[in-house]
């Protein structure tokens, strides 16, 4: 749909700038949390770091991803935490 409707191209644009803008200051309140996307190695990392310490996913988790999901239910943090 970007290539075919402008208006399309122009909220992708405008999506992109503003949740940047929103992980950046999220970043500023927590640490760098990375790009905020479940497959960063920097979200994962600090996703991991946060349910260590705190036992809990951090409110601005998104509950549904499933990277949330094994993280905070344990199943995968050997794989994607690498605790020990």
Known sequence: ADSLYPIVSAASI??????????????????????????????????????????KLPAIARKSWETNKAIASNLFQKKLCAWK
């Not at 992980?23 to 946060?50: E, R, W």
């Open 14 to 55: 405008i999506a992109k700038v503003e949740g940047d803008s929103a992980i950046a200051k999220l970043s500023d309140q927590y640490v760098d949390i990375g790009s905020g996307y479940p497959h960063d190695p920097k979200t994962i990392s600090f996703l991991c770091n946060f349910v260590k310490r705190n036992k």
